[in-house]
């Protein structure tokens, strides 16, 4: 796993080193505002494989994907009232949305629905607008083990792995943000299925 420590002076070049792995089918480890997280191209069927083998985790669990903007969120998912409320007071920010997904028939790795959120840490956001498509947004770990925020989790993580991201975006210890707030929408009901650091009821 190539690592670059992340800086003001290289976030150009470092961003285009990420493009070009992600483009080439690669995963990345990069920052967010809730923790170390691991991105690759949704499009790409051969490399979601490889994010499940990563995390050890079972296909049956969607990965959740970042997007732009919220325009952008629209071409992909149909929005209630509700959610596109919520999406307009929250977004970017951590909270992510599970909406009924519109173009499920023409991906081999998904359910009916995709949950998506926008990113408000200034990499990651940069990261899924410059990719100018849905970029894979898991948390960098070994599935049902603790979020990663600083190099040594991530080394720590993925020092046994079998199959190990290739490329490790460090930029340093981020702050120990709860994860994403997860609310559900279907047939105009609402569900929430994880309370993050936003505090969202019904």
Known sequence: MKEIKLTNKNRITTLQDAL????G??????????????????YNA?????????????????????????????????FSEAARRLAGRYWPGPLTLVLPFK???WQEHCDDFLALRVSSHPFAKELVTSL???LV???ANIAATGDSYSASDIKKQFAKAA??????????????????????????QMEVLRQGKLKIQK
């Open 46 to 78: 051969r490399v979601i494989d490889k994010v499940y083998n990563i995390k050890n985790r079972a296909r049956k669990f969607p990965l959740p994907v970042l997007v732009s903007d919220l325009v952008y969120a629209t071409s992909l998912v149909d």
């Open 103 to 105: 173009y499920c028939k």
């Open 20 to 23: 070009e792995v992600i483009r």
């Open 132 to 134: 100018g498509s849905p």
């Open 25 to 42: 089918g690669g995963v990345v480890v990069y920052p967010t505002e809730t923790s170390y997280g691991l991105g690759a191209d949704f």
């Open 163 to 188: 199959v190990k991201p290739d490329l490790f975006i460090n930029a340093g210890t981020l702050p120990q943000n709860p994860p994403s707030t997860i609310i559900k929408f279907f047939n105009n």
């Open 137 to 139: 947004s898991t948390s």
